[in-house]
């Protein structure tokens, strides 16, 4: 999983070399619009992947898809590699300059450019955190679906990279769902318009293909993004159950019923301990789960459903169920939930977040692996659940200071994923692939899989300049070859030298 | 790729050549597999787009991956091109042999190879019929949502092919929506497994951008298709208004209340003409507008926002709703929508079913559009709605036996598309693009746009052997810009002599 030795930790340019490069596209964007000294780039060597460091050349901070087109073009000119960057707030290390060269920031292009209310769209630059929106709306009814945690610094363009998930994508779908056309500037500069205001457009789905990308194929610069009617009545419940077998029968039992939750998440033990302190809710710090689940939609019938849902709980054994009484209330459950990964830090100096998924049949067995592995590597791991859709998120905890628990959290990491993948799961939720789990694409995908996102990538980005050594594996060393001579071809004309990464 | 004039309507092969291929093909896949005399390929010249034909050389029924695969190599190695058939129910072209070659027809590719019902999906074969699958999961509670009214013939595969909508989408989404992983086998032979079982698969979107490729990608010998919840309650409504204004009204005014119907569909005046002789609903001929809207959900609140449904349609100046009392009365009402397009051979001996979309607010302008231009060319245009999502299908009716009545017809539709996009919208809503509007592509996207599809298509098919001459528009010749020879001049094989495709 960690990258290749040669190329960590590789120091940025010689200071004269960056200084001239940013006083040539100073003559482009503006100097205001561009970062290269040691102290400025600082913030910029890292995003919320904390393991990698890669430190940038420039950063550029473009406010307009023209001046991405002059960054571009320069980059072309100059053979520079450019990463796109949102809030920088990625668990996957999507965002990292790992080949160095420019760091295209998006946070000043933060314009919501037009609201259409009967419609339900938004023109959006990429650099609008994903809560603004659904705040700029809010007036007219509507919000932004897709809730990933990081809602309130995550911006709609890494959103769009990382095609991210949330809590409430059980029921409205993740970010690809809501995305209804982008503008996508190529790496020779090229403007492409994806999509279509109107629903279901016709041609090549490169909407469908650009979101979860990671900055791959291009700088998105413009979203039309779909807006959501604000649900009539909503109710939100927190259960309390003895372990996690009697919390996951709970959410069998409720989607069995044909009920379709606004979210179903769950926390496990470890958790529970790490939150409570900091959410002061009264959960018993001896519960072995506790599921949250929220229902929404039109007020009519709201009494049965949550009646049903409240029987269901009861017959799965709650302990105690805990209804929200109002709005103030229904955040601070929420709060156990959205800030779980936060209050991590009460456990232990160091927590990797991560990202698998497996059937939703197959919660249970993949939990007893976790906590075999936890065993194993001597590591606590605590676990929060999107349980409706079989996303985990398992939180392994170790010690910062001592390399030996920092190798053991790799190494379960690991486990975990290869267990999700034999469970007939999958490498990632909703965080993306990036540079964290690039070398383990092959647990998931066989050669000819990868050669196919290879190839599709190249259809975008022929020199393979934007965002280098993300997603896919690096490629197999000289004499090993691919099995397929088509897309081989031409994956191998990316890197001829058999020692970059795969395109 | 060959130059295209002389190809075009061009008789299949000499039958001695189409013998000899037949013969050699038949070593790898079994001679019951292959047609190639001259009266068994007649059924197969044709599609749903009755407008053109084209002779394919030779018609192979495999019956899996591995015979598939078989005929892929086969057809590289003698270069022969290779178009994908499943029921062959399109209404675009997106199954004609526009080159000859090899018709690959997934029909007996028809079995459903796994139900998971814990899990809701099910794996089945390209050549499964779309309302099998769902008879056959019904029995679990189950069903496969996308319902296009094609689906008591259209296959799983062909649904697949071109993101076959359906009155249903408006409330599950469209085929996209509901494919988790495909088995696609590439021109070269080799086979991608593209998403997976679980839910949100990491990597490239392969599956997203894979379906509505209309099988220039390669060809799908598996999916993994989502199965539904069958609803707990079912409540439809037909509403009669004297025009379709008011009957929009009603629709925004459903819409805007934050109700989610599970269908909202309309009918316009010569529709109900059409198609009341053939349903006997009683209803009345001088009506403007018919509504057929469909709730379904769980059955707590079901009545109240039944009440509110009728509410809103009276407002909106219905002048009768009927409710289905019972499943029967349910299905006859649906009857007047799903067999609406059948009904029309009752009002000309030529009907051309379109496909358009504009932004829902839209519908009341390009319906004042769409009457001018019936006025212009002097047709009749009937027209279905699926009001909800602003996806038109006007039905233009001409004379078959009159070249200046289909000549007309052509202009017709081409003037309504043109007026989509001029309203926002876009040249189809699930139809596809295939044969049909593959020159009318620049009416919706620009060079940069269709250069990026014609870039994806490359890296799944470099020889661009797969479906050719499909979806994008032929090359511009030099010196000039895309040309859109019109409708009427692809129908007539009109295109300039020496452009080959797009692609």
Redesign the interface.
């Known amino acids: 999983m960690q990258p290749s030795g040669e190329q960590r930790n590789r120091p940025a340019r010689p200071a004269p070399e960056r200084a001239a490069l940013a006083r040539e596209l100073a003559r482009r964007v503006g100097e205001d619009s561009i970062l290269w000294t040691d102290d400025t780039l600082l913030p910029y060597d890292v995003d919320g992947f904390t393991l990698a460091k890669f430190p940038p050349d420039l950063v550029v901070l473009p406010t307009t898809t023209a001046q991405v087109t002059d960054v571009l073009v320069f980059a072309r000119a100059h053979g520079l590699p450019v990463t796109a960057r949102g809030a920088g707030t990625g668990l996957a290390g999507g965002a990292l300059a790992e080949e160095g060269g420019i760091l295209l920031v998006t946070a000043r292009m933060d314009r919501v450019l037009e609201v259409?209310v009967?419609?339900r769209f938004a023109v959006v630059q990429p650099g609008v955190v994903n809560a603004h929106l659904s705040e700029r709306v809010a007036p007219h009814?509507l919000h932004y679906a897709p809730d990933p945690s990081s809602q309130m610094a995550s911006t709609l363009g890494g959103n769009a990279a990382t095609?991210a998930?949330g809590p409430h994508c059980l029921k409205y779908?993740?970010t690809?769902?809501h995305m209804r056309a982008l503008t996508?500037v190529?790496a020779d500069g090229?403007?492409?318009?994806?999509g279509?205001?109107?629903?279901?457009?016709?041609?090549?789905?490169?909407v469908?293909?650009t979101?979860?990308?990671e900055g791959t194929f291009g700088v998105v610069t413009e979203l039309v993004v779909g807006l959501v009617?604000r649900?009539?009545a909503v109710r939100t419940f927190l259960a309390v159950f003895d372990d996690v077998t009697s919390a996951g029968a709970a959410v069998t039992a409720i989607v069995g019923r044909?009920?379709v939750p606004a979210a179903l998440e769950m926390l496990d033990h470890l958790t529970i301990v790490a939150v409570e302190p900091y959410v002061h809710l009264g959960l018993p710090l001896d519960a072995g789960a506790v599921l949250l689940v929220e229902l929404d939609?039109?007020?009519?019938?709201?009494?049965?459903?949550a009646g049903?849902v409240h029987a269901l709980c009861r017959e799965a054994g709650a302990r105690s169920i805990r209804e929200a009484k109002d709005e103030a209330e229904r955040l601070l459950l929420w709060k156990a939930r959205k800030g779980a990964f936060g209050a991590m830090g009460r456990l232990a100096s160091g927590f990797y977040v991560m990202d698998g998924?497996?059937?939703?049949?197959r919660l249970p067995e993949v939990l007893a692996r976790i906590e075999q592995i936890s065993a194993e590597q001597d590591l606590r791991i605590a676990n929060v659940f999107h349980a409706g859709?079989?996303?985990l998120h398992p939180n392994v905890l170790y010690d910062v200071d001592d390399p030996d628990s920092v190798a053991r959290a790799w190494r379960a990491s690991e486990r975990i994923l290869e267990a999700c993948v034999e469970l007939?799961?999958?490498?990632?939720?909703?965080h993306?692939?990036g540079n964290e789990?690039r070398d383990l694409?092959g647990l998931?995908?066989?050669e000819?899989?990868l050669?196919?996102?290879a190839?599709?990538?190249?259809?975008?980005d022929p020199e393979g300049r934007l965002n280098p050594r993300k997603?896919l594996p690096l490629r197999p060393g000289c004499g090993e070859g691919l099995?397929?001579?088509?897309?081989a071809a031409?994956a191998a004309g990316l890197s001829p030298d058999g020692e970059g990464p795969w395109i």
């Open positions: 259409d009967s419609n009814g095609n998930g779908g993740q690809h769902q996508l190529l090229s403007v492409v318009e994806a279509s205001r109107a629903l279901d457009p016709p041609g090549l789905n490169l469908g293909v979101v979860g990308s009617p649900p009539e044909g009920i939609g039109p007020a009519a019938g709201m009494d049965r459903r049903e998924v497996v059937p939703r049949t859709d079989g996303n007939g799961g999958s490498l990632s939720g909703e993306g692939i789990k694409m998931a995908f066989a000819d899989d050669a196919a996102m190839a599709l990538r190249r259809a975008f997603m099995p397929r001579p088509g897309l031409v």
